[in-house]
């Protein structure tokens, strides 16, 4: 299992302003920084890190090494969130080593690399994701029968626009497979992660009032509303997903910075 080595203090949705380094001693690199909000560090193998290895700042002089998790100089604590799960976990690099040859691409090439790494992740990769938001709809659709609450007009049209929301989702997925189109990958990051958190939303309306309470454990649907909160957020915010439609899209002038 592998996780995922980006986002830092610092570096969040920004992320060429990562300063986790390695330098080579010998025939190994020695990796000192940290990472932040990596989704299940705690029981990962290996990590993929963005780290800088050369000159340059921003863009330039990164790598993408892949570490072994197993191994003195790795601490990974976990970030306990809102649902009571840690998912998401801190890991500190303290001195970790990995072999001087387990680079993806070349040296200083790693922002390239994190970038098609990215474009999947947020792209074609979400067609697996789909099967589960299926499963999910159904399982509320379902409730929402049993319980009678399609009676309100305005539930009924959520749910029916959350199912053409789907099967919108699935047809960008499907029609951009494969696609180097610019732009894709982050018209499917706003898709699915707007979506899911609407679906978050649309189950505590199914639920109604039994949403404000529990017995001292979250129910399901629960779970789903909270954690789904994050989906804009992680893996480029929708804000950032945004940015790069208009830029380099639709070509409008770069957001000012500071």
């Not at 996780?3 to 986790?20: F, I, K, M, N, R």
């Not at 330098?23 to 029981?43: N, P, R, Y």
């Not at 993408?64 to 998790?69: D, G, W």
């Not at 969130?81 to 976990?89: D, I, P, S």
Request: with cysteine; hydrophobic share 40%; charged share 20%.
């Amino acid at each position: 299992m592998w996780c995922q080595g980006y986002s830092e203090p610092g570096a969040g949705s920004d992320l060429a302003a990562v300063s986790t380094s390695a330098e080579l001693d010998g025939d190994q690199w020695v990796i000192t920084g940290q990472k932040v909000w990596t989704s299940f560090a705690h029981v990962a193998d290996w990590c993929f890190v963005l780290a800088r290895t050369g000159q340059g700042t921003r863009h330039h002089g990164l790598s993408y090494l892949l570490v072994p998790m197993d191994q003195p100089g790795v601490e990974v604590r976990p970030i306990v969130q809102l649902t009571g799960n840690a998912e998401f976990n801190e890991v500190f690099f303290d001195g970790a080593r990995t072999a001087a040859d387990l680079v993806v691409g070349e040296p200083g090439d790693g922002w390239r690399v994190a970038m098609g790494t990215l474009a999947f992740e947020r792209g074609v990769a979400t067609i697996g994701t789909q099967v589960g938001f299926r499963r999910e709809l159904d399982a509320l659709t379902d409730l929402a029968v049993r319980t009678g609450v399609t009676a309100d007009s305005g539930l009924a049209e959520r749910l029916t626009k959350a199912r053409i929301g789907l099967e919108v989702m699935r047809a960008h997925a499907l029609r951009t497979l494969g696609s180097a189109e610019p732009g894709a990958a982050s018209v499917a990051k706003l898709l699915w992660s707007t979506w899911h958190r609407g679906l978050g939303e649309l189950a505590m309306d199914v639920l109604g009032a039994a949403s404000l309470t529990h017995d001292g454990d979250l129910g399901p649907w629960q779970r789903l509303f909270l954690f789904s909160r994050a989906d804009t957020i992680y893996g480029g915010s929708s804000e950032i997903q945004r940015n790069i439609i208009a830029e380099r899209v639709l070509g409008l002038p770069r957001e000012p910075k500071g």
